[in-house]
């Protein structure tokens, strides 16, 4: 795979943060490369967490203190770009670790191959992970042999891996981006799903369509696809539940529609409660922004509520959201490094919230 060049290379979070590989820490912060600056007369509003490899898609978790992300890993490949993501063609997973944002981040041995999961065939596409007792769970979509995404999960005693994984797909899984979220009551829910490459409008009967529509619907006046969300068995490696739709609604509580492309659910979902509130928030998509909806229960319905993130550099945007030290954090991704779309770079930033509970709007680039 091809290195960014090494001027381009600001191994940081919020500009400041050193990068490491396995157990190896790099320069302090005072001595990371000068921010590299983006187009138009803007800079970066944040630097990426490391260079020694390509990722994507963060989901960020604290367990005992310590922030680990569990990103997508990009490559280098052969196939052209196409509207279904074909050229995204990841094939194994990394986990990054740090001590405190803006520290250094530790990259480790890979923790999960393709090669191993017998029933999958390619595109390893964005994963979580959860924590039950002891064990770690790491939650990942691929296609399998007939070219459908399904969701694996994989087993460690360690929160990096090495993972071993379930020999089948979860029984009943589909589609892509598993985001897993664990109540206060300890209940835990996996929400997934995605439209165009993510295939959700090919599911729709229930059974894989290999010649379903291309994108979504195409019924921009009725209520657009939703994101599915399924409370998890006690071992955390099956749905306990029949998946159900995550309905997000306008302020006059009707569904948002299919023709709704900056508001309507595409892919990239991600949960997490502030104030006794649920937020769901995801990605638009094809208009590139990370929005939100705030509900009373982990299955909804979500009201429409706002922006989290502007469009990043790169046609996909993708998320996580934290809180670590009492402060609440963004992992999101663009392509800073390579300029190109299959070739992303991780990032963190903080994030705020109004009195009222709203979230402020984050712009990933800011002025010179």
């Known amino acids: 795979m091809n290195r960014p060049p090494m001027y381009l290379v600001a191994c940081a979070a919020l500009a400041v943060a050193a990068c490491s590989s396995e157990n190896e820490t790099a320069a302090d912060a005072d001595n990371a490369a000068p921010q590299a600056s983006a187009t138009e007369g803007r800079q970066y509003l944040s630097q990426p967490l490391i260079s020694e490899i390509y990722t994507a898609d963060p989901s960020a978790h604290v367990w005992d203190g310590k922030i680990y992300v569990y990103p997508s890993h990009d490559i280098e490949g052969p196939t052209p770009e196409d509207d279904l993501g074909s050229h995204f063609e990841m094939r194994d997973y990394r986990v990054l670790s740090m001590d405190k944002i803006g520290g250094p981040v530790t990259l480790h041995p890979v923790a999960l191959d393709i090669d191993q999961v017998p029933w999958a065939d390619k595109q390893m596409w964005a994963p979580d992970a959860a924590r039950k007792g002891d064990t770690y769970f790491l939650y990942f979509p691929a296609k399998d042999k007939q070219g459908a995404f399904r969701i694996g999960v994989a087993t460690s005693k360690s929160p990096v ?20 979220f664990t109540d206060s009551d300890g209940k835990s829910y996996m929400y997934f799903g995605g439209i165009w490459g993510g295939q959700l409008q090919r599911f729709t009967t229930g059974e894989y369509d290999p010649n379903g529509s291309k ?3 195409q019924a921009d006046d009725q209520p657009a696809l939703t994101a599915k969300v399924a409370m998890l068995s006690d071992d ?44 769901f928030s995801y990605s638009t998509g094809d208009t590139h922004y990370i929005v939100y909806a705030i509900g009373d229960s982990p299955y909804g319905p979500f009201r429409y509520t706002g922006r989290i993130l502007e469009p990043v550099e790169g046609w996909t945007t993708h998320h ?29 930033t903080e994030l705020f919230y109004n009195p009222d509970g709203t979230i402020k709007t984050i712009d990933p680039f800011v002025s010179r």
């Open 161 to 180: 891996g090495p993972f071993e994984p379930q020999p089948e797909p979860i029984k009943g899984s589909f589609s892509i981006d598993p985001a897993v």
């Open 215 to 217: 994108t979504d619907l």
């Open 236 to 279: 955390m490696l099956q749905f306990a539940e029949q998946p159900r739709d995550v309905v997000v609604t306008d302020e006059n509580g009707k569904p948002l529609l299919g023709g709704d492309h900056d508001r309507r659910f595409f892919e990239a979902s991600w949960m997490h409660k502030y104030n006794d509130k649920y937020y």
């Open 320 to 348: 996580s959201i934290v809180e670590w030290d009492g402060r609440w954090w963004l992992f999101y991704a663009d392509s800073q490094l390579s300029g190109q779309t299959r070739l992303r770079n991780v990032k963190v």
